[in-house]
Nanobody, 120 residues
Framework: QVQLVESGGGLVQPGGSLKLSCAASGSIDRINAMAWYRQAPGKERELVAV??????TNYTDSVKGRFTIGRNAKNAVYLQMISLKPEDTAVYYC???????????????WGQGTPVTVSS
């Protein structure tokens, strides 16, 4: 059983900061990458940031320079968000992509999401 638990979401004023955290527990295969997605009301889920097993990072254009993704443990990832804007309001989801070398199968795990509301 694998669980991903996010934390750190909440209400913040425009220009404020939040740090989201995600920790994976249970039996898990080799992690290829960890990522943060978000889904705003009425919109499709989008990739926000991803970090590979080698440490390479990528961000969606709208958050470049404001968000930072990192790993602070083997199965943990965070998203540091600064200069938050109202359009950042969404439910943020942690994602872990794994690979099993024996079965040659990839598998994705998702957290339940943590809401972030940016409003004055």
């Amino acid at each position: 059983q694998v669980q991903l638990v996010e934390s750190g979401g909440g209400l913040v004023q425009p220009g404020g900061s939040l740090k989201l955290s995600c920790a994976a527990s249970g039996s898990i295969d080799r992690i290829n990458a960890m990522a943060w997605y978000r889904q705003a009301p009425g919109k499709e889920r989008e990739l926000v940031a991803v970090i590979s097993s080698g440490g390479s990072t990528n961000y969606t254009d709208s958050v470049k320079g404001r968000f930072t993704i990192g790993r602070n443990a083997k199965n943990a990832v965070y998203l540091q968000m600064i200069s938050l804007k109202p359009e950042d309001t969404a439910v943020y989801y942690c994602n872990v992509n794994t690979y099993n070398s024996w079965t040659r199968l990839r598998r994705d795990y998702w957290g339940q999401g943590t809401p972030v509301t940016v409003s004055s």
